[in-house]
């Protein structure tokens, strides 16, 4: 295991490190990161990353392969382009989190605030509490899970993307409706909660929402949405 | 881009440390706010019926004496001023009013940044680490305090558009954001006959939660009524005689944290500034939801 105190190191040197062949397998504790920005960003090998407190912007951006743990809040862009593997926040994630993800999973077990899951690309997403406002805004593909309440504006102008939301939803976005939950979509939900180790949410209540598709095939008729 | 902060102390004990606590914090928002910095601080207030005023001059070598004199000769023999550099606190046992009335007539060279019986605003450009070192921040004590690191988006690198900018006595504003439609709200406001000095946006946002209170509002009215007439992306904290208020406009794409513990609450765009704080493993943190006031008063 090695110790990253970033009282002593620069976030520079921990990323570096996460950047060689020797991370892979390897375990990384971050002590006083303070807030500090862009923490474990750029991971590309099967390392274990645990930060223990409060992490500033962009922690865990750009992950491959990582599992990353922030063991306290993370500032806004969370997981930012996240490829592949793990990033979970144990408090709550700032606004954009997990921007644009591509791939991997992202837990954030408090809550999120605006904007989570905008322009997702096929990065799952589970949020043990509520999000905030604008979430999911153009998300592409992937699934966003929310065991609380989604703020205004969940999935404006949506592709693909799964939303499932376990509490009240303030608003949808453009061309955002509630779909049926089929057998298909139960079982990924618990799938998806079951691998963020939420597995005994009960999910009877949870609500399917997604794209009506009205939008982005450019019909005419729906030239007043724009 | 900018930085704000805002400590106010509920402890006592703390109230000695409030300026390194302060300084501290500003420092970590350096990054955010490298061309200017500025302060507000809510210390050792004036007996009523007193007044305290910040002024600033054209430069460093004015003549604080010859001033000095002046406010003797009209307002008694206590009058006081303290300099710092090309700033000053004047303090003159008469009402606000009418010390800022002399100070404007008499002393046209002279801008008033601050007034009331409690708040001092210092400002200068330059890195957060020099205006800390050039104001002897770090010695100030008190009961709280907003402060700001600039990183100019829409007017001049000058102290004149450097925040907090005075909304009124004992009142100011730090702003982190941009308005854009401060220009036709400027010129509306000069004729409700608010005064604007620069064309710094927050200056506008200042000058319309000024007007606001003019015509009754109170402070959470006021801030009330700007979420529907300015428009743009904001973070504002506004400091009080007795405390703070924060308020974000209903986007919320600009940042704000917030923390409390038994000795002190505190907001800051990035929780790094909060981190110096002592105690603060054992805080209460959260983002402000956005167009909700959040205000701590002295009890």
Known sequence: MTNFDLKDNTVRDLNQALHQDSADKAEFVVSNSNGKHSIAVGAMYDSTVTVDGHAGYYCGGMNQNANITINGNAGSGCAENIMSGTVRVKGNASQYCAATGQGGLVIVEGDTSSRCGISMKGVDIVVGGSIGNLSAFMAQSGCLVVCGDAGEALGDSAYEARFYVGGKVASLGADCIEKPMEDEHRAQLKELLEAAGMGDVDTSGFKRYGSARRLYNFNIDNAGEY | ?299
């Open chain 2, 1 to 299: 881009m900018c930085g704000i902060v805002g400590l106010f102390i509920k402890n006592p004990e703390m109230e000695k440390d409030l300026g390194k606590h302060l300084s501290g914090m500003l420092i970590e928002m350096s990054e955010r706010g490298p061309d200017s910095a500025g302060v507000a601080i809510y210390h050792d207030p004036v007996p009523a019926g007193s007044a305290k005023l910040t002024v600033l001059a054209p430069d460093e070598d004015y003549s604080w004496h010859e001033l000095h004199d002046g406010l003797k000769h009209v307002f008694g023999d206590d009058a006081e001023v303290i300099h710092h550099r090309d700033q000053a606190v004047i303090k003159v046992a008469a009402s606000p009013a009418l010390a800022q009335n002399w100070i404007q007539e008499s002393h046209p060279e002279l801008r008033v940044n601050g007034a009331g019986e409690v708040i001092e605003i210092f400002k200068d450009k330059g890195s957060p680490a020099d205006f800390i070192d050039n104001f002897g921040l770090e010695d100030y004590s008190g009961t709280h305090a907003l402060g700001h690191t600039r990183m100019a988006t829409e007017s001049a690198i000058t102290t004149e558009h450097s925040h907090p900018f005075s909304t009124g006595l004992d009142l100011c504003l730090v702003h982190n954001g941009s308005l854009s439609n401060h220009n036709r709200l400027r010129q509306e406001l000069r004729k409700k006959g608010i005064s604007f000095e620069t064309d710094n946006d927050s200056e506008v946002a200042a000058g319309y939660l000024a007007w606001r209170m003019q015509e009754g509002d109170s402070l959470d009215e006021a801030l009330q009524n700007g979420l529907k007439d300015l428009d743009g992306f904001y973070t504002f904290a506004v400091g009080t005689d007795d405390g703070f208020a924060v308020v974000v406009d209903p986007i919320g794409c600009k940042p704000a944290v917030m923390a409390e513990t038994d000795d002190w609450a505190a907001m800051a765009s990035e929780f790094r500034a909060i981190a110096t704080l002592p105690g603060v493993e054992n805080a209460r943190i959260w983002e402000p939801v956005p167009t909700r006031i959040y205000s701590w008063h002295r009890g």
